[in-house]
């Protein structure tokens, strides 16, 4: 396998989940600033023009955080970071979808139509009278998240993919305008808990 990375928040979160399996896959620096993630031969490998893209052993490619995750999960189960048994599998996709809905979409959004627009505005389209509105429901998204909170992860007791997405983002948002508040007691002491997890320097 080969994973093709670049700065940003979705490689980041890929590595991290690749480091707490343990794996040593090989890595491809993708220039995201000079574009070259919008040219061939990246647009090959994965036409929506994003990374991260993770190359398999047949030469094919997987795109998208989940997927790549879920694909790394089955093929190597251990540790488990989605679940092992159907009910912790639908608990962790649960609140990983939540997390990229309520918090993560909006979040990225607006830094692209807001603090990135320069660098975003010729690649896909811009909204950037949406900005605002997207930090604020990102915001809201950790608000809700404060109150759900009930163990020291998102699924209780269990590290899971919800919560590595998470950090990657709340890392990305303390970066670009949108850190965390520190009026969230709960989530402020869980990415404390996340920051102590070799997986956070390996992966950076």
């Known amino acids: 396998m080969k994973l093709y990375q670049s700065i940003g928040p979705n490689p980041r979160v890929v590595k991290m989940f690749i480091a707490e399996k343990g794996l040593d896959i090989p890595r491809v620096d993708v220039d995201l600033l000079g574009g070259e ?20 052993d047949d030469g094919r490619h ?24 159907p009910e912790e599998r639908a608990e962790t996709r649960m609140w990983t979808r939540r997390v990229d809905l309520r918090i993560c979409e909006p979040m990225a959004n607006g830094f692209r139509f807001g603090e990135g627009l320069g660098l975003f505005k010729d690649r896909v389209l811009c909204v950037p009278e949406a900005s605002p509105g997207l930090k604020a429901m990102a915001r809201n998204g950790e608000e809700w998240l404060e109150g759900q909170l009930k163990g020291p992860w998102i699924c209780g007791e269990r590290f899971t993919l919800a919560d590595i997405l998470l950090f990657g983002f709340i890392e990305f948002g303390g970066e670009v305008g949108q850190p965390l508040d520190p009026g969230f ?11 102590k997890r070799p997986s956070v320097a390996a992966s950076a």
């Open 37 to 56: 993630n919008r040219q061939p031969p990246h647009m090959t490998r994965n036409p929506s023009g994003q990374t991260p893209c993770l190359e398999l």
């Open 62 to 85: 997987l795109a998208e955080i989940t997927a790549i995750c879920e694909y790394l999960e089955e093929t190597h189960p251990t540790p488990p970071l989605i679940g092992t048994t």
């Open 185 to 195: 007691k709960k989530l402020t002491a869980w990415a404390e808990r996340v920051c």
